[in-house]
Nanobody
Framework: VQLQASGGGLVQAGGSLRLSCAAS????????MGWFRQTPGKEREFVAT????????QYADSVKGRFTISRDNAKNTVYLQMNILKSEDTAVYYCAAGPTIDIRPARYDYWGQGTLVTVSS
């Protein structure tokens, strides 16, 4: 499956952004979808994940209550709504597809190219 992330940009602290990840290729609804982020010199960090049908989600503690992951299987797209953004949310955000709910990047088989989110304070 091929993944294309979009929606990143520059936003002030306290603002909002919505990231999108469009999938093509194999059946999108067969995959758990996740969002991860990475800053220079650091390992890729789990942000959120959502089950095949969207009924189960999991979030990193650092984003819980501020970010919401959702998916539209009819559109082959997963979203990450990010509210009350903080400067520490600045990172390249990646979407990923895998077989099961997991917070470990290594458990995901397919990755998008990343989209940069910059939060100014």
């Amino acid at each position: 499956v091929q993944l294309q992330a979009s929606g990143g940009g520059l936003v002030q602290a306290g603002g909002s952004l919505r990231l999108s990840c469009a999938a093509s290729g194999r059946a999108f609804s067969n995959y758990v979808m996740g969002w991860f982020r990475q800053t220079p010199g650091k390992e890729r960090e789990f942000v959120a994940t959502i089950s095949w049908g969207g009924g189960s989600t999991q979030y990193a503690d650092s984003v819980k209550g501020r970010f919401t992951i959702s998916r539209d299987n009819a559109k082959n797209t997963v979203y990450l709504q990010m509210n009350i953004l903080k400067s520490e949310d600045t990172a390249v955000y990646y979407c990923a597809a895998g077989p099961t709910i997991d917070i470990r990047p290594a458990r995901y088989d397919y990755w998008g190219q990343g989209t940069l989110v910059t939060v100014s304070s």
